[in-house]
């Protein structure tokens, strides 16, 4: 993985001084990089080329001197003669941070594309690998925040002691900062001079509230990729107190919450039961009680094999308020790894979510029949019993040439595919690699694209 070479920080500059050292269109531009701050900026160059009448910048026609460095916060060197080397070394000396323009290696650091919306600010960098693009970036950037922020953000800052009076609690202050900076109205306010105004009204309504309402979100994750996730998953991610997620959610889709959200692991993997059902049932119900937004998040979609019934119940019965999110269920993530139509007009009228894990002779011979009506299945939790639950079907009277496809690690990277027949898995053990996995049973899997499948033995159906 690439790291990066620079580490981004904000410099206080106020009260101090930025030195910048020549007199041409390069310093001009770095002249006017420096006087969006307010900082005291000083020009220094025997030969003034380049306009600076617009700027509040100060322009002293000599070369640069020790004493001008002394206490300067920054220096941009913009003279690459003999007299620019020396205020470079003069800088150095004074232990200024120094950039000589277009000259990476006597850098210190670089200036990023800025987005200023005093007092927000965002830096894009590629650490002057391609500026061309940083600018790209920036502009997109820009094109999404309103003009408006810096405005919301100062508001925000001068709330800060009256919310810490009126507020004690850490999370009703952050509620009201959400409201505070989401809110249309606020954004109204503002345009029109009224900002103070509307951000105390909001704040007397919500240190009259009672203790926020707790709420428990079941939210599916999807597959595994974090590009696979719903925007609404996304964002109430973003606004969960408490994460509280299976073992098969991948840490990168965990880590999409706030930073200082709580997580909290409930294990539930193959052979790990750290939390019981209950234990689960009561953790959601006590961090609602408690006031907090919990999004319990669940691997591929929270109604599908997710015991989501079970804890709907428990917070039905608590009075909890609660919601869901739907996510990509790993069957149908696996029929887009594979290009499989589940349901195909003449070959499959149908798609069978079923588990292969406790699955009865009842269930198999009732799966046997649904697949050989033509049926799909997607058996979940069956890889280690894969070939038990084909025989199964096979004396249940399934015919041996029916295909099968297994998807491994569906919806992420690191997928495999094995494609054979009934008659082909029910006659050997396969060496699958790690992780979940998605069998898929019926005639629409030979309509798939199983050309990257390894292929298990006695495959009988051809690749579409
Ligand atoms: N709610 C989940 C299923 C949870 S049960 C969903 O909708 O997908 C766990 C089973 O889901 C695993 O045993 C496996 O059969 C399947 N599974 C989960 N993630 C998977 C993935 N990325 N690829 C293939 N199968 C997966």
Request: net charge neutral.
């Amino acid at each position: 993985m690439a790291r990066l070479n620079t580490f981004p920080v904000s410099v206080k500059v106020a009260g101090r001084r930025i030195v910048i050292v020549g007199g041409d269109e390069e310093a001009l531009a770095k002249a006017r990089l420096a006087a969006k701050t307010s900082a005291e900026v000083v020009v220094f160059a025997p030969e003034v080329e380049a306009d600076f009448s617009g700027l509040d910048v100060s322009v002293v026609e000599r070369v640069a001197q020790a004493a001008d460095f002394a206490g300067a916060a920054l220096a941009f060197i913009a003279d690459h003669g003999p007299e620019g080397q020396r205020a470079l070394e003069m800088a150095r000396a004074a232990g200024v941070p120094v950039n000589e323009v277009d000259v990476p290696e006597n850098c210190d650091f670089f200036t990023p594309a800025i987005i200023d919306r005093a007092p927000i600010s965002i830096a894009i960098s590629s650490e002057g690998d391609a500026p061309v693009l940083a600018r790209l970036v920036r502009a997109r950037i820009e094109a999404m925040l309103s003009p408006g922020l810096g405005a919301l953000a100062r508001l925000a800052g001068a709330m800060r002691e009256k919310a810490a009076q009126r507020l004690s609690d850490g999370v009703a202050r952050r509620r009201y900062y959400e409201a505070l900076v989401t809110s249309p109205a606020i954004e109204n306010a503002l345009d029109a001079g009224q900002g103070a105004a509307a951000a105390d009204a909001l704040l007397d309504a919500h240190a009259g509230a009672e203790p926020g309402r707790g709420m428990v979100w079941l939210i599916g994750a999807g597959p595994g990729a974090e590009d696979l996730l719903t925007l609404r998953a996304q964002r109430l991610l973003q606004e969960a107190d408490v994460i509280v997620h299976d073992q098969l959610v991948p840490s990168g889709v965990v880590e999409m919450g706030r930073r200082d959200a709580e997580r909290i692991s409930v294990g539930k993997a193959k052979g790990h039961h750290s939390f019981s059902q209950a234990q689960i049932n009561a953790l959601l119900v006590r961090l609602a009680r408690e006031g907090k937004k919990v999004a319990r998040l669940k691997s591929g979609d929270p109604m599908v094999f997710g015991r989501a019934g079970q804890e709907i119940a428990a917070l039905r019965k608590a009075g909890v308020e609660h919601g869901i999110v739907p996510g990509i269920t790993s069957a149908l993530a696996a029929a887009a790894d594979t290009a499989t139509p589940v349901t195909l007009r003449k070959v499959s009228s149908g798609f069978v979510f079923a588990t292969a894990h406790g699955a009865d002779n009842e269930d198999l011979a009732h799966w046997a029949s649904l697949a050989g009506s033509g049926l799909t299945l997607g058996l979940y939790m069956g890889k280690s019993i894969a070939s038990r639950v084909v025989r199964q079907l096979l004396a249940h009277g399934l015919s041996r040439s029916v295909p099968v496809g297994v998807v491994v690690n569906a919806g992420r990277a690191e997928k495999a595919l094995y494609a054979g027949t009934v008659g082909g898995l029910a006659a050997g053990e396969i060496d699958f690699v790690d992780g979940p996995a998605i069998i898929f049973v019926g005639d629409a899997v030979a309509h798939g694209d199983w050309a990257r499948a390894e292929v298990f033995a006695a495959r009988e159906w051809k690749v579409a």
